[in-house]
Each structure stands twice: as C-alpha cells, then as structure tokens.
C-alpha cells in the first residue's frame, strides 16, 4: 500500500509551501498528504506543474487554520480553498481540498453532491490509477490505495474501478484518458479503452467550450498525431470534430515536429488548403480545398474557440502559403502577409508544406535571411505618403490608393532605392495621371 523514499528532494519554493501547509494541518491533528498530479509527475522523474494537498480538515476548519487573508473558497461545493502565501516575496498557492466521496451523477458531468470521507475513500473517487495517488511528505511515503504505482512503472493508463460506471458518472473521462495516455506515451488498459469505444457517443453530453479545452491540451502537445489517431480509432472523434475527421489522412498534420506548438499553428495545420499531398489536378498542381476557412469557422463554434485564436490560426494558413511560394513571388507580395505575427509559427507551417510537397526550399531561405534582421529593416517607414500625394495636387480616390500600394512596392522590391527617386517617380507618375485623374 505504502512505499518509502523522498520523492520531492528539490526544495522548489512551491514545494516548500506545500510542506509547510501539510506541516500545519498535521500539527493540528488533522491527515494531510500531497495528490494527483503532483505525485504522478514526481514519480515519474517530472518537475509538478503545481501541487494539490488533500485533508480530512473540512474547508471551514482549513480557512481557520490559515486564517480569511491567506484563503478562498473555490470550490466550496466540492470542498476546495486555495490557500495562498509569499515565500521569499514569491506568491505561492496550493489547493487544499476536503477528502471527499461523490455522490451520484445525474448530467454525465458533475456529481450532484459531495460527502466528506476518507482518503482511501478520497483515492476511489478519482479518474485514474496514476492520478490516484497521495504522497505523505513529514513521513516521506507514497499512499496508494488503487495500484498507481504500478501502472505507472508499467505505462499504463488505467480506470479506477469499473470504466463503464466511471464514464458514465464524468463522460469527459473519456478525453482525459487519451489526454493522460497520450502526454506520458502510455498505452490505454484495454478494459479502459473497450469502455471508452462502447461509451464514446456520450461524449456528447460534455459541453463544446470543456471539450475544446481538453483538445487543445491533446493537440499542443508533441504526441497529437497518436492521440488523435487513438480519438478517431475508439469513436470519439466523429462527435467532437465531424469536420476534421479527414485530417487524420493530411500530411501536413502528420508532418508536423514531435514538439509543443500552440493551438492556433496545429489547426492551420489541419484545414490548410494544401495540406494533403496526394490531391493533383490534371496538370499535376495540388488541388487546393477551398473549404478551409468555413470548416475553421465549425470549429470555432463547435469548441467556444475565441476570435483571436481564428485569427491567429488564419495568419499562419495565409502566411506560410507566401512563404512556401516566396520563390515565385516578389518580396513585396511575401512582406506584408508576414506584418501580422505569428511568423516563426508561418516558416515552420511552410517548411512542412515543402517538405510533403518536396518542393524547392530556397524562397524560405530567402525569407529567412531577411526577417532575421530587425523589423525596421524589412519594414522600412514608407517614402510615399498620403500627404505627399495630396502635396503633388492629387486628390483622395482609387488612383490615390493604388499610387501608395506601387510606391510602397517598388519600395520593397528594390526599384526605388531613395526618398528623392520616389517622389521623382510620383511626379513623373502624377504627369501621366493627372489629366483624367
Ligand atoms: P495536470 O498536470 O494536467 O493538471 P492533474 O492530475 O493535476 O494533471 P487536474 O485536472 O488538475 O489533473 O486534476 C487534479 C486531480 O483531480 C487529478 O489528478 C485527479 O485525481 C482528480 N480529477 C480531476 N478531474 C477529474 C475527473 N473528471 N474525474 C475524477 N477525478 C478527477
Ligand atoms: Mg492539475
């Protein structure tokens, strides 16, 4: 059930103030451990991302402890105050939450009521086995009530209990699972995996916004390809992404690098218009899908995605079209698509397009080589503007607009290499225009 050994030697500040509160429960007579993912991750050699403590305190008796300044209540239903602290003037907070059972689950989510309980009783109710751990940190002891540690040292991603009553209490298990099996490359307990196939089509009862979240977890992380292949392969992926379900074939996808890349770069990936290499036309050119952007737009309102992350995810389709076509076209039609961000994001998408492509790789180098210099170099100040126009007795209109766009052009492209060779050209320009302006 136990085993002993300091698992948390490094005495990061956040550790130190986890102790510290477990310190104070313990001296007050209550059972305090280390939980979850905090534990999981120190067994398996991982810094934890923050730590969790759980007590038989109940939540009015930690706020006692730790007085209203240090305390809030953030999950009263549940039984959680986040306890917050400076340690060496750095703000630290960790979650102490109330051993609890739930009670029974009526909307496939959330249960309907808490009961406060034992640990072991704490460790039942929890998703996974790996996730069902404690870590009592004064005797320097994992407890493990559900065989944590061994499916952790086995890699494997197990229910706790009986996987079909444990998705069907909480459906969005399902995701975790592929989630948590996927960041540790672990493999699925078949038992978990047959529930999750037979349970899937209730993943439609998680709302859009909370599936969304889970996604973006899976899709940022260096092993989305296998966790996508896994959501496809156990019947989830055709209720929460029906209009990516062909990605799964695209190339550029599959091409991306086994690395953490935001969540805006991996979907330009996926509904990139020439992200499938197989497609030619007749004339051997890739078909582009011109579908792109309204199949975004589905997963925007399907997942509650913000229009910031649409954006961002349409700068990166657009750019690294420019980019990986640079070869063929004139600086000035590259530079202003690259104004907008997102450019490291842009030349790495185009670096997968040329390589399922097997296109020529000198535009991006190209590229390269001029954005690696500051902006104010590859985005000088115009030498053209409007009241420069206006000065030359030209007025505002469609002649007006498209003199600015071709002097900013020949700017960019080298054809006018000086503010006086610019206005030279406008003048000789306005002497051709102006009769008919
Ligand atoms: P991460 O590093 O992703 O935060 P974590 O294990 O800390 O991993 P959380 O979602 O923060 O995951 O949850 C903390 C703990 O609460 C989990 O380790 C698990 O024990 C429990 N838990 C969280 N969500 C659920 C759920 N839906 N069903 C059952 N237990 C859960
Ligand atoms: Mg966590």
Request: with cysteine; charged share 25%.
């Amino acid at each position: 059930m136990s085993s002993e050994g300091p698992l948390f030697p490094a005495s990061s500040i956040d550790r130190q103030f986890a102790h510290e509160i477990v310190r104070r429960l313990v001296d007050r007579g209550y059972v305090a451990y280390y939980a979850g993912g905090c534990v999981r991750d120190a067994l398996l050699g991982l810094t934890p991302k923050d730590f969790d403590v759980a007590t038989n305190a109940t939540p009015d008796q930690v706020r006692e402890i730790f007085g209203s300044e240090h305390t809030r209540a953030v999950g009263e239903a549940f039984g959680v105050v986040l306890v917050h602290g400076r340690i060496a003037k750095k703000r630290c907070q960790v979650e102490v939450a109330t051993f609890r059972t739930d009670g029974s689950y009526s909307d496939g989510r959330r249960p309907d009521w808490v009961q406060y309980a034992t640990a072991q009783e704490d460790a039942q109710r929890r998703d996974f086995t790996i996730n069902g751990l404690f870590y009592d940190p004064i005797a320097q002891r994992v407890i493990d009530y559900v065989g944590g540690q061994e499916d952790l040292a086995n890699h494997v991603l197990r229910a706790i209990g009986d996987p079909y009553a444990r998705i069907s209490e909480d459906k969005l298990r399902m995701l975790r699972a592929i989630r948590f099996a996927s960041r540790y490359s672990f493999a699925l307990d078949p038992a978990t995996g047959q529930a999750i196939e037979e349970s899937s089509e209730g993943i439609q009862l998680v709302s859009g916004e909370r599936i969304g979240m889970e996604l973006e977890k899976i899709l940022e992380h260096p092993n989305r390809l296998w966790a996508w292949h896994q959501l496809d392969a156990c019947g989830l992926l055709k209720h929460i992404a029906p209009e990516l379900l062909p990605v799964k074939d695209r190339e550029l996808f599959g091409a991306l690098p086994k690395e953490q890349l935001p969540l805006a770069l991996v979907l330009a990936s996926m509904i990139h218009p020439w992200g499938q290499s197989g497609v030619l036309d007749r004339d051997l050119r890739p078909i582009e899908d011109p579908h792109w952007r309204t199949t975004l737009e589905a997963i925007q309102h399907r997942w509650k995605l913000s229009n910031e992350l649409f954006e961002s995810a349409c700068t990166c389709v657009d750019a690294s079209s420019v980019i990986a076509k640079s070869e063929d076209l004139a600086w000035s039609q590259v530079q202003p698509k690259l104004l907008r961000g997102w450019v490291d994001e842009s030349i790495l998408l185009a670096e997968c397009l040329l390589a399922i492509r097997q296109w020529p790789i000198e535009g991006i180098e190209t590229c390269k080589q001029r954005l690696s210099v500051p902006i104010q170099v590859w985005n000088p100040p115009p030498w053209i503007n409007g009241s420069d126009l206006i000065q030359a007795g030209l007025r505002p209109g469609p002649v007006f607009g498209k003199l600015l766009a071709q002097a900013r052009s020949m700017q960019l492209d080298g054809h006018l290499v000086s503010q006086q060779m610019a206005i030279d050209w406008l003048k000789a320009e306005i002497g051709k225009t102006l009769p008919g302006q």
